[in-house]
Structure formats: structure tokens, C-alpha cells
């Protein structure tokens, strides 16, 4: 199985480490939220469904923040 950072693009990659530096500040409940990516520098003017595309659609991002919350845990 690739790592989850082997799986998605540039841009992807830029907004996962967009995510792990607010998690360090706000927590895993932060990161969770939608709301978050207006808050992202790289997200900030995009809706939920633009940030989507750049993970392959909106399961695809979902699974995502799910599975890098689980690497964050473990």
C-alpha cells in the first residue's frame, strides 16, 4: 500500500502540510472540519469542492483527512 503521501499530487501534498501545521496548533477536531480550509493559506479562497479535486473528489478527501488522522494517533 502507498503511503498517503506517495498518492496525491503537488498541490495535495501542499494542503496535507497545510493541515499538520494547524493540527499542531488546534488539534485533530480542527483538521476534521470543512471550515478548516478557509483558514489555509493555499485553500483559503477555494470551496470545499474545488480543495476535493486536487484529492480526486470529496471521498477521496475525506479518506484522506481520516487516514492522517489515524497517522497522526499512531
Known sequence: MQSLFETHGKTAL???EEL???YAVDGV????DARVFKLLPSTKHLNTLEVAKFFG???RLRNTIEELQIIIYT
Open 14 to 16: 501542499a494542503i496535507l
Open 20 to 22: 499538520l501545521e494547524r
Open 29 to 32: 477536531e480542527e483538521i476534521s
Open 57 to 59: 473528489g470529496a471521498m
